[in-house]
């Protein structure tokens, strides 16, 4: 288990993450959100051991995780980290720089892990390929191979879809969670993605301010968003006395006490994303049409 107590760490004085816990069983898969500069990236590094904390400390069973002042390389067996920004060897092939993390005690079973941890990542078509005529999707499907080569016991992934298009993502990212899963590997992902947490992760933790504004299922968090920066991170909503409203929870009804005049309507494929006036404010709701603008309509809430 994973088991962060109090962190608290600034850069120079000037403070980034403060008192910051959080538990991950083995296995488990726990999203880390929050804004540009909330400090996601910053709270992987310090789990991975890149920097001394200024308070708290961080286990991995019974394995302190210390900084650089104590311990003199950077890292650990169990532990991978992927960064934002990700090393390769460039001028070696896919499955040339997966299999130097491997073992070439056991050649038959080096070629097999290399080319199951290929396949994970669906760059099958491209295992002779030299990395550097490679994409940088496909780079990060490359890095991510590679941590994932030794088994490690926990996985530290910084925003691992980022560079990869939409045509393959979704894909990737079910296999990818996927094989995490059946190794049982804990996997702690940074994201501003909400298609990397639902369905996917077992607890999310929202990093604001320099705190945990709040950790959950993702199930919870989505029913119940205490605050719009939560609300945010799933869609688009709105505050209507004083209650948060997403935008599919809002729907036309022949008649109600809330009149809404159309300004837009917002092609989504399935839907129509509706931006609208009620008593001169803004709000969005969704609908199955297209709707004219400065036509009236009723809206209702239903939760
Ligand atoms: P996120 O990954 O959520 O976008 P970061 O962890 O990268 O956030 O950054 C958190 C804050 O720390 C930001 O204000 C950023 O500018 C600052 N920061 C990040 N890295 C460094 C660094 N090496 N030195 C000083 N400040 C940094
Ligand atoms: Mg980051």
Redesign the pocket.
Known sequence: MLNVKNLTFS??K?P?LSNVSFKAKKGENIAII????????????VIYGEYDLDNGQIFWNDNRILGPKFNLVVGYDFMKYVA?EFELMPPLSVEENIGKFLSNFYPEEKKRRTAELIEVVELTAFSKTKVKTLSGGQKQRVALARALAKAPEIILL??PFSHIDNFKKQSLRRSVFKYLKEKNITCIV?T?DKEDVLGLADKMIV?HEHKVLAQDMPQVLFKNPKTPLIASFFGEFNIINNDIVYAHQLQVVPKSNLKAIIIKSYYKGHYYLIEAKINNSKVFFEHPTELKKDALVFVEISK
């Not at 929050?34 to 590094?45: A, H």
């Open positions: 850069y120079n000037i980034v929050g804004e540009s500069g909330s400090g996601k990236s910053t709270l992987l590094k934002q910084d925003e940074a501003h990093l």
